[in-house]
């Protein structure tokens, strides 16, 4: 089984920046895409960005220009640069990960990690 632990929540102004980070442990040889989601309070949970194995990220539009996923394969991490955050960004971010190559949700979810954006 693989476990997700998301790291770097917390609060920030308007304008603001944070990262975001999850570390998979584990069965990780399992794992080939990865995702960050999000959800609001009253609100279904979103897919926010993908990221393959290989580096091919897509993105959600309305975070295009401001987010970027990235991951470091060695360390088994995915993280979610996010940059001129909004409140409507306000959310708990969850990571996401497993072997399929295909669209996601995939096999795991971490337990999430609180965004508040206000000022």
């Known amino acids: 089984q693989v476990q997700l632990v998301e790291f770097g929540g917390g609060l920030v102004q308007p304008g603001g920046s944070l990262r975001l980070s999850c570390a998979a442990s584990?069965?990780?040889?399992?794992?080939?895409?990865m995702a960050w989601y999000r959800q609001a309070p009253g609100k279904e949970r979103e897919l926010v960005a993908t990221i393959t194995r290989y580096g091919t990220t897509k993105y959600a539009d309305s975070v295009k220009g401001r987010f970027a996923i990235s991951r470091d394969n060695a360390k088994n991490t995915v993280y979610l640069q996010m940059n001129s955050l909004k409140p409507e960004d306000t959310a708990v971010y969850y990571c996401?990960?497993?072997?399929?190559?295909?669209?996601?949700?995939?096999?795991?979810w971490g337990q999430g990690t609180q965004v508040t954006v206000s000022s």
């Open positions: 996401n990960a497993g072997r399929a190559t295909s669209i996601p949700p995939y096999d795991y």
């Open positions: 584990g069965r990780i040889f399992s794992i080939n895409a």
